[in-house]
């Protein structure tokens, strides 16, 4: 091992020592923490390894030259890093490339491309040292003369010098001979583009016949060249009053404003390097329209073997929604894409024709989420897509393919419907980037100590102390979501983290914990009982399961402001509308659907409130939804369950004949599962029916879960059924549920030891697949599916399931794993 490496690693190793010393709960008695570099395995990885990457591609065809990023942070070295590391493709170095991906000012990570083909699975490794040579393959610049002097409005005499950031003198405006090509360049092997850095704020298309570099050539004899054919292309688009191909403005309810009332342009190189370029753009003081003002930053990158140009735009204030726009030309055809996806899938317009300068085909296009457009409009100049802005920032892609650029393997593309078949893949690998499993050699020092009791709840508390640095407390009432960027909300995921906050503080007593559930929770609790950013009139179910944290709290603290609260919620699940049977609609605007997920949102708070409230509970309507869902919901041939059923049978997901969704997701299994076990604690031994059959829903459900847990890696599959499915992935959420299951049945004696091996396998495969460890000593967790509905263009599909972004550190996944740990705390002091 390296000295660096062992350095790294030995402070993460301290900075864990240290949140383990904090007090006697953070180290039971009995469980020595060893020196994990010293136990690291040499057999596992070579000198000077950082990591491991296995990268999968999703889609049914070949992903070329795919950008992939890795932060340092993620890599488990110290954000600053700044050695050189290398990337091995077998025993092959890959030009490597370190970048700064958010245009702070300080490299954050490295960048690489890859060609994976349908079902291609690669291996790579990260170690120190140098790249692989490569040629220059991106360029972003910008070129002002010195030497001269401003004559009025126009730049006399002097020579082009380009600068690494330019303020935009006063005196500039279009033409003013002072800039080269009038704004900032970024390019690929593919294609270039320019922004018109003055009050036009138009972007334009350098089109290539070389996979060389030409920006650096382009201009230098003025601005009459660039418009003729050259051996290496030429401008090839006419901007003129619109936007240009990609250009952002504001939204005014009827035509683009585009961004030209500023009171001062700065542009600043942020990246210029083989593979990865990019450029800032700060306007100052822009009024889009005359009583409103905001400043505005952007950036602009793109990366090798791509036509993409990603664009974030932010400002400084709320201003209303924003626009991408391309330019309207006649004689073409536009493009739309689908429009009735979910939410978090990419979509397209575009146009297609001869609007290219010399009169040749060429295509222009802008990819953006779903959830992001208001609407695709048009106004006199522009072809556009109203962005509803995400704290104040919106983020889309632009891109042009030009007949005439030069043929490689990415084209060419010289017909319209070579052009629509593109933008539906690009779409797609930005819906489903490459599958991807990271294993470092900073998670592997720790993950790989033995597993016994008090290791397991070390982890629990590991995590709960990452989320408190990270964001537990944004989630009170006012603060801000940063896993949905919106303000935080009376949300299923809240009460989640809050619960894994309390059941791990019951066996590890720290105030911080119980200080963090009662400041979050005790914020949406009103004075006189109502509770904020709750609406009882959506008939939302998700809503009810904050609500079990409030009934503990009321339960040890006898608020009437915490009844009131609670009496509210009970009040919901009263009129809650429910199927022929009695299980409750998902939400009203889900009519006659019951979800999987919703059996876990409202039945543990109803059958705790029936138990604490009432001098003689009623489980009825709880065992009515557990009924319905075993009855209507489970495959007799498999035993496992469906995510959702539609009485109605109305739903484009539902079977015209039982009702039911197609796939068996496993984060909807898990949310059953934990309701099972969660349940039980409130139902007195003496209802003996009413638990018994929860007791075999239980004992039915763990050999299922059981035969299909992955054999190698101890987790489950987000389509928990197709592991080999294109895509398909072990997913954390899921799989930290059913360990919870496990475990806390095994506990309660639900289920006999004879699973202690299974729960023990399945938390080891959390350790090893999803806990990724911090230079700093935080824990993140990893691979978990953000969401998975149904309706409202999520069609519950295999792809859609596939499509949902995958995120780390959502509270699905962090609340789960903290309860698992402390589950797992407990079997492992019986049974180790």
Same mark, same amino acid.
């Given at each position: ?633 489970? =495959?007799?041939?498999?035993? +496992?369950?469906?995510? *959702? ?5 109305? /739903? $484009?997901?539902? @079977? !015209? #004949? ?31 029916? =009413?638990?018994?059959?929860? +007791?075999?829903?239980? *004992? ?5 879960? /059981? $035969?299909?847990? @992955? !054999? #190698? ?120």
């Amino acid at each position: 091992m390296s000295v660096k490496l062992f350095s790294q690693l030995s402070l993460i190793s301290m900075a864990i020592a240290a949140l383990a010393a904090c007090g006697e709960a953070k180290k039971p008695a009995g469980d020595a923490v060893s020196d994990p570099a010293a136990e690291r395995s040499a057999s596992e990885s070579e000198p000077g390894e950082i990591a491991r990457l296995e990268l999968a591609n999703p889609s049914n065809f070949k992903r070329l030259d795919e950008a992939v990023y890795l932060s340092y942070h993620e890599l488990g070295l110290q954000r600053d890093y700044s050695a050189p590391l290398a990337v091995w493709q077998q025993q092959q170095k890959i030009p490597v490339q370190s970048i700064d991906r958010d245009a702070d000012g300080s490299n954050d990570g490295i960048l690489f491309t890859v060609d994976v083909a349908v079902d291609e699975r690669l291996d790579l490794r990260i170690t120190e040292g140098a790249a692989g040579d490569g040629a220059k393959r991106t360029q972003a610049e910008i070129s002002h003369k010195t030497g001269g002097q401003w004559v009025e409005r126009e730049y006399k005499g002097g020579r082009f010098q380009n600068v690494d950031a330019l303020d935009v003198p006063a005196e500039h405006t279009d033409h003013s001979y002072f800039i080269r090509y009038e704004g900032p360049g970024i390019e690929s092997d593919l294609v270039g583009y320019r922004v018109y850095l003055d009050w036009r704020n138009g972007f334009d298309i350098f089109g290539k016949r070389t996979r060389e570099p030409v920006l650096q050539d382009v201009g230098q004899d003025g601005f009459d060249s660039y418009h003729e054919m050259a051996d290496w292309g030429m401008d090839i688009l006419k901007v003129g009053s619109a936007l240009g191909i990609g250009g952002y403005g504001y939204w005014d309810g009827e035509k683009a404003v585009r961004v030209s009332d500023v009171q001062d342009w700065t542009a600043e190189i942020v990246d210029n390097g083989d593979l990865y370029s990019s450029f800032a753009l700060q306007y100052a003081g822009w009024k889009p329209e005359a009583e409103k003002q905001t400043d505005l930053d952007t950036v602009l990158s793109m990366h090798a073997g791509s036509r993409l140009v990603k664009v974030t735009a932010k400002t400084a204030s709320e201003i209303g929604p924003m626009v991408a726009g391309l330019v309207k030309h006649p004689g073409t055809e536009r493009i739309v894409g689908n429009l009735d996806i979910g939410g978090s899938e990419w979509t397209y317009i575009g146009t297609y024709g001869e609007q290219s300068l010399d009169g040749s085909k060429l295509g222009m296009g802008l990819l953006a989420k779903r959830k992001a457009i208001e609407e695709v409009a048009e106004d006199e100049h522009n072809h556009l897509l109203v962005l509803e802005p995400k704290a104040n920032e919106i983020n889309y892609y632009f891109t042009a393919a030009w007949e005439k650029e030069t043929p490689s393997e990415h084209g060419p593309i010289t017909g319209i419907e070579q052009f629509r078949t593109y933008l539906k893949q690009e779409a797609e690998k930005l819906t489903m980037p490459l599958r991807r499993h990271l294993t470092t050699s900073a998670s592997e020092a720790l993950t790989e100590q033995p597993l016994t009791a008090g290791s397991a709840l070390q982890w629990s508390q590991r995590v709960a102390d990452s989320e408190l640095e990270r964001k537990t407390l944004d989630y009170a009432f006012g603060g801000f979501d940063p896993i949905r960027k919106r303000p935080s909300y009376f949300e299923y995921t809240t009460g989640l983290l809050m619960q894994a906050y309390d059941d791990l503080n019951q066996v590890a007593p720290d105030p911080r914990y119980a200080d963090a559930v009662e400041q979050v929770m005790g914020s949406f609790v009103g004075e006189d009982g109502t509770v904020n950013g709750y609406v009882q009139s959506k008939y939302n179910i998700d809503s009810i399961n904050a609500g079990k944290m409030l009934l503990r709290l009321f339960e040890r603290n006898r608020d009437p402001d915490f009844k009131a609260a609670v009496d509210t919620l009970y009040r919901q699940l009263e009129d809650h509308p429910r199927t022929s049977a009695g299980a409750f609609w998902h939400k009203k605007r889900y009519p006659g659907q019951v979800w999987l997920d919703g059996v876990y949102m409202g039945i543990p708070f109803l059958a705790h409130y029936e138990q604490l409230m009432h001098e003689e509970p009623d489980f009825d309507e709880v065992l009515a939804e557990f009924k319905v869902v075993n009855e209507k919901l489970r =495959d007799p041939e498999t035993g +496992l369950f469906y995510h *959702a059923w539609d009485e109605m049978r109305q /739903q $484009e997901w539902a @079977d !015209a #004949e039982t009702g039911l969704s197609g796939y068996h997701w496993s984060r909807g299994m898990g949310w059953l599962a934990m309701a099972l076990v969660d349940v039980l604690e409130f139902i007195p031994e003496e209802n003996t029916e =009413d638990r018994q059959y929860l +007791l075999e829903m239980i *004992a039915d459900l763990a050999p299922v879960l /059981q $035969e299909y847990q @992955d !054999a #190698e890696s101890g987790t489950w599959y987000q389509i928990i059924d197709m592991p080999e499915g294109r895509g398909n992935y072990p997913e954390s959420t899921g799989s930290t549920m059913f360990t919870y299951f496990y475990a806390k049945a095994i506990n309660n004696g639900y289920l006999p030891e004879d699973y202690v091996g299974t729960a023990k396998k399945a938390y080891r495969g959390l350790l090893d697949e999803f806990v990724q460890v911090h230079a700093e000593g935080t824990v993140s967790i990893t691979n978990m599916c953000q969401v998975a509905g149904l309706g409202y263009g999520r069609d519950g599909s295999y792809r859609y399931y596939m499509s949902e972004p995958v995120f780390t550190d959502d509270p699905k996944g962090t609340g789960p794993f903290i309860m698992a740990g402390v589950e797992m705390h407990k079997m492992l002091s019986q049974y180790n």
